[in-house]
């Protein structure tokens, strides 16, 4: 039922910034959990940062201080704003939603839907 539209991504150097967009439909948006991935070449899928549909967050150590994930429940939209990007931040970045409560939210299989994936690439 829930639809996710990802936007933003693109190439960047280090030290920049981008923020990431996801569009939600088909559903209330302000019910949702949501949730940010990535996936870089040769590598697993891993949690990012999430927002539950409260705004408790959750952010990946590895992204802690440099990433920021917020929601717009009037756009239906959910944001990563990334700053301080390191190479290694470089992936396909995905948006996930959630409508389960008490879901463990850095964790794939807490999320129903997923958007298509966007590119984020941080050149040296």
């Known amino acids: 039922q829930v639809q996710l539209v990802e936007s933003g991504g693109g190439l960047v150097q280090a030290g920049g910034s981008l923020r990431l967009s996801c569009a939600a439909s088909?559903?209330?948006?302000?019910?949702?959990?949501m949730g940010w991935f990535r996936q870089a070449p040769g590598k697993e899928r891993e949690f990012v940062a999430s927002?539950?549909?409260?705004?408790?967050?959750y952010y990946a150590d590895s992204v802690k201080g440099r990433f920021t994930a917020s929601r717009d429940n009037a756009k239906n939209t959910l944001y990563l704003q990334m700053n301080s990007l390191k190479p290694e931040d470089t992936a396909v970045y995905y948006c996930?939603?959630?409508?389960?409560?008490?879901?463990?939210?850095?964790?794939?299989?807490?999320?129903?839907?997923w958007g298509q994936g966007i590119q984020v690439a941080v050149s040296s």
């Open positions: 996930a939603a959630s409508s389960r409560t008490g879901g463990l939210l850095t964790k794939s299989d807490a999320y129903e839907t």
């Open positions: 088909g559903r209330t948006f302000s019910t949702l959990s």
């Open positions: 927002i539950g549909y409260i705004g408790t967050r």
